[in-house]
């Protein structure tokens, strides 16, 4: 959670001097005891409540190191024994957390290739992270992206022992990978080897970045799509999943999964799903289906067997975890096959209007087809977040796919519930109509998300039909 903290306050009467912190009127500019400038700061405040690695977090602050790739904080302290707090000078930087997906392949790994150098730093230096999220990089006004916030998992007397070298790689190669178009697949799958463990330390996946610069290259991202999921304004973690992979050159699949069963349990039901779809689905394309019903039949497949890795997954660990899922399987760039389970949803924009695809598998959708309540009344009723079917609880799943013939101009839209039930459909239709390009869309979206109250978390995927 983050917050801005400024000592511009017109409110008050008087500003305290930074260096002598004498109280000045606010007319003045210069502090009337010490003769510094007076001019207002403000600060970046990252909190945390992660009660086991204060202790490494502080022991790495009293280190005060100094590196291009990382912010230094002015402070980190505790407050009331439970939670974090990180303090950096805020001068109008962007968070990555902000950023829609796909990024050009050289953002991505010049990414990759600023943060395998400053683990490598840390590393020389006795410290290591537990892990690397889009919400511990910040970016500058350069454009430049730095580390902070850092979530440390243990100071070292000397440097970090070989054996726990690549323990954040994992991290940086799974976030990354977010960030890749989804053409890119020489890219996406080198990342995918860096989150699976291939690399034995920063700097053996730096030096391996470097050698294959030339081969990522490849231009802009497509320019039609975008992807972005974020956690709300309520919630401190974020459940929803999304995805997506060139299954082969006529085939493209999307993915949008909204997880249930808190923590270690929604967030790997979502991500579970997304990878089993995905993997699934390029499987099957290799044995080149023909025909529509064929494709259909490759859904259904992957959608049951994410529904059985994921209800395996909640019977090894004892709890109940479940995800809504909505895909779209796009062929030749002009057939949509979308599917869902439960209540994310997808949406035809064409024409400056929005379409609803998919039918929510709820309890209020149900009881508005069949005439009880209002459209309107099931958005705000006590029972509306009732699903009658999600992946991962049952045995068996059943999901409904609906065909699509695209236009071009064609824009496909699929979010989680954290999106319809912030910002009315007219509303996301207006967004649409006002943003062509897709990945300011989908901040956009966000947004009217967090304007609508952002009680949930939101994941939206746009994809332009060139
Ligand atoms: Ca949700």
């Not at 400053?118 to 500058?140: E, S, W, Y």
């Not at 025909?291 to 067997?305: K, V, Y």
Request: charged share 30%; glycine share 8%; aromatic share 6%.
């Amino acid at each position: 959670m983050f917050y801005l903290a400024t000592d511009a306050r017109p409110d008050r009467p008087t500003r305290k001097c930074w260096e002598c912190e004498t109280e000045n009127d606010r007319a003045v500019r210069e502090c009337i005891s010490c003769n510094a400038p007076l001019s207002d700061r403000r600060f970046l405040l990252a909190t945390r409540w992660m009660h086991e690695r204060f202790d490494a977090t502080l022991a790495w602050f009293d280190k005060k190191l100094e590196h291009p790739g990382m912010l230094r904080p002015v402070d980190v302290f505790i407050h009331n024994e439970r939670q974090l707090f990180t303090v950096v000078p805020y001068s109008g930087e962007g968070l990555m957390l902000d950023e829609a997906a796909p990024l050009a392949s050289t953002r991505v790994i010049d990414l990759a290739q600023r943060l395998a150098g400053t683990l490598a730093f840390l590393h020389n230096n006795g410290v290591q992270l537990a892990r690397i999220k889009p919400a511990n990089l910040i970016i500058a006004r350069d454009n430049s992206v730095r580390l902070f916030d850092l979530e440390v998992e243990a100071v070292h007397d000397g440097p970090v022992p070989e054996a726990h070298r690549n323990a954040e790689l994992n991290s940086v190669g799974h976030m990354l990978r977010r960030y890749c178009d989804v053409e890119d697949t020489e890219l996406q799958t080198f990342l995918r080897a860096a989150w699976e463990g291939a690399f034995s330390s920063p700097a053996t996946f730096g030096r391996e970045v470097d050698k294959r610069y030339e081969q990522f290259v490849n231009g802009g991202p497509t320019p039609t799509i975008a992807g972005m999921t974020d956690v709300g304004l309520v919630r401190q973690l974020n459940e929803d999943n999304w995805g997506w992979r060139k299954l082969s050159d006529r085939a493209r699949l999307y993915v949008v999964a909204d997880g249930m069963g808190g923590h270690d349990g929604g967030e790997v039901a979502s991500e579970l799903a997304v990878e089993t779809i995905c993997r699934i689905a390029e499987e099957q394309e290799k044995l080149q289906p023909a025909g529509l019903d064929a494709l259909e039949e490759l859904f259904d497949h992957a959608f049951q067997t994410a529904n059985n890795t994921i209800k395996e997954h909640a019977e090894e660990k004892g709890n109940d975890m479940g995800t809504t899922l909505v895909s779209m399987l796009l062929l030749e760039g002009k057939t949509a096959l979308v599917a869902n389970v439960g209540d994310s949803r997808g949406y035809l924009f064409r024409d400056r209007e929005l379409h609803p695809v998919t039918r929510d598998h709820s309890l209020v959708a149900k009881m508005v087809e069949r005439g009880r309540i209002t459209a309107e009344e099931a958005r705000t009723h006590p029972h509306s977040n009732i699903l009658l079917r999600t992946v991962g609880t049952e045995r068996d799943v059943d999901i409904d796919i609906f065909r699509v013939d695209l236009q071009t101009g064609d824009r496909v839209i699929l979010c989680s519930d954290g999106l319809w039930g912030e910002v009315e459909d007219r509303d996301i239709q207006e967004i649409l109509s006002t943003y062509s390009d897709p990945r300011i869309a989908s901040r956009e979206l966000v947004k009217a998300a967090h304007h609508g109250g952002g009680k949930d978390n939101v994941t939206v995927v746009v994809v332009g039909i060139p």
